[in-house]
């Protein structure tokens, strides 16, 4: 593993086992017991590095291949499934996200481009989902585009409800659950079904299980 990649690698791990704000750049090194120096090499300060995880982070998501699988039909929870992995890969910046867009504007704006994208890519997802008769019709104007809203605020901010309530052993077969009951009122019977079957499948998931290698090109296998 070359030396960017591991400084990425570790960054990552200590954000998410001690909090973004928490970690510094020496604190860094030290884990890889490398100089200060030696990291600052390749990023000049942590901005610059949270910058590059960040596109790090872009790049998972791309290579989830999400709007494949849409496009191929894969079931809506499945595609969930994908996405709340990612979310626990990086689960500091979706801890942390207020932190970090504040202090970092440059990625702020990123983030709220790449979030709207997120949300209409679930819109998306949904009416596909009524084509093919897993969801109903759209009970009034507005209802589906409010229910991906909140299933993206639900994935997103999954991890930081379990900080905050103290269920940090909630993890992503959880946060499914939770997103399908979220959604049940406008599945069809049809639909009901696949949660259910889903929903057996998720019984003895784990999030450990999404624990990954990383490359620096952000291929860490899905599946």
């Known amino acids: 593993m070359k030396m960017r990649e591991r400084i990425l690698v570790t960054a990552i791990q200590l954000f998410n086992e001690q909090g973004f704000v928490n970690v510094r750049v020496r604190d860094i090194a030290s884990t890889m017991s490398v100089s200060p120096g030696s990291i600052s090499y390749h990023f000049r300060n942590k901005e610059e590095l949270m910058f590059e995880i960040y596109k790090f982070m872009l790049n998972n998501l791309n290579n989830a291949a999400i709007a494949e699988r849409l496009i191929s039909g894969s079931n809506l929870m499945e595609i969930a499934r994908v ?19 504040r202090a970092y504007p440059r990625i702020g704006k990123m983030h709220q481009s790449q979030t709207q994208t997120e949300i209409t ?13 897993t969801i109903i019709p759209e009970p009034a104007d507005g209802v589906y585009a409010h229910l991906c809203e909140v299933a993206w605020m639900t994935l997103h901010f999954w991890f930081a409800r379990g900080l905050i309530l103290g269920k940090e052993e909630e993890g992503i077969e959880k946060a499914l659950v939770f997103a399908g009951e979220l959604a049940r009122p406008y599945f069809t019977e ?34």
């Open 83 to 101: 996405y709340a992995e990612y979310v626990y890969r990086f689960r500091f910046f979706f801890q942390d996200t207020i932190d970090i867009i």
């Open 190 to 223: 049809k639909g009901k079904q696949d949660l259910k079957e889903f929903a057996k499948r998720i019984r003895s998931y784990s999030s450990t299980t999404s624990t990954q290698e990383f490359s620096e090109e952000g291929r860490a296998p899905l599946d």
């Open 121 to 133: 890519t679930l819109q998306n997802i949904v009416y596909i989902a009524v084509g093919n008769g």
